[in-house]
């Protein structure tokens, strides 16, 4: 016989803001660690440099990665290694990308699926839950999709995430993430206890 544990729809909320803040901390820590390796093997490449130093990292900085999926002739992505670097250093392109599209799959997730579930088992209407945080992430998504990442006038009526205005690019960093998911978590465990 087996048996399953059965979560309730805040505690299943709760642990999919989990999953997707790990999804978070896992790629950004994999795009720096690229880096470090990169890095590394520039400077091993350069040990026995002689000359301007800088002109040699500049070289090596020029050059491409690239990248084959099925084929090793056909490349699938090709990039500058110096751009590599910088789309994947902490606070680069990447990890805005991840920071955002994780704050669009947290309030997705609210939106399509956990709010009517949640309600439902605290007998409420879907649309009498209100969680100021999650009003937040709805203009953040708003921003993220539709506004290229910039803050747009909803901004003025954040009322917990309020870092960013009107016309602010939406730049967040290890905290603001970390702070967001907690912040999250504790609003919705409220629910089940008000």
Do not use: C
Request: proline share 2%; hydrophobic share 40%; charged share 30%.
């Amino acid at each position: 016989m087996e048996f399953y544990l059965v979560m309730s729809p805040i505690d299943e909320y709760i642990a999919v803001i989990d999953r997707i803040f790990g999804v978070f901390l896992d790629s950004t820590y994999g795009f720096h660690l690229g880096v470090k390796e990169i890095q590394r093997q520039q400077d091993e490449k350069l040990k026995d440099a002689k000359g301007n130093l800088d002109k040699a990292r500049y070289e090596l900085d020029s050059k491409f990665l690239n990248y084959s999926i099925e084929n090793p002739s056909r490349i699938d992505h090709e990039i500058l290694v110096r751009e590599y670097k910088e789309k994947n250093w902490p606070g680069g392109h990447n990890d805005q990308w991840a920071a955002r599209m994780a704050l669009v799959t947290i309030y997705s997730f609210w939106e399509h699926r956990y709010r009517g579930e949640i309600a439902t088992f605290l007998n409420k209407e879907a649309n009498s839950l209100k969680v100021n945080e999650l009003g937040d992430l709805r203009y953040y998504r708003h921003a993220i999709l539709h506004n290229l990442g910039r803050g747009y006038e909803g901004f003025d009526k954040l009322k917990v995430f309020d870092w960013f205005v009107s016309g602010d690019e939406i730049l967040l960093d290890m905290q603001k993430m970390k702070t967001i998911t907690d912040s999250l978590k504790t609003a919705i465990r409220k629910l089940g206890s008000a």
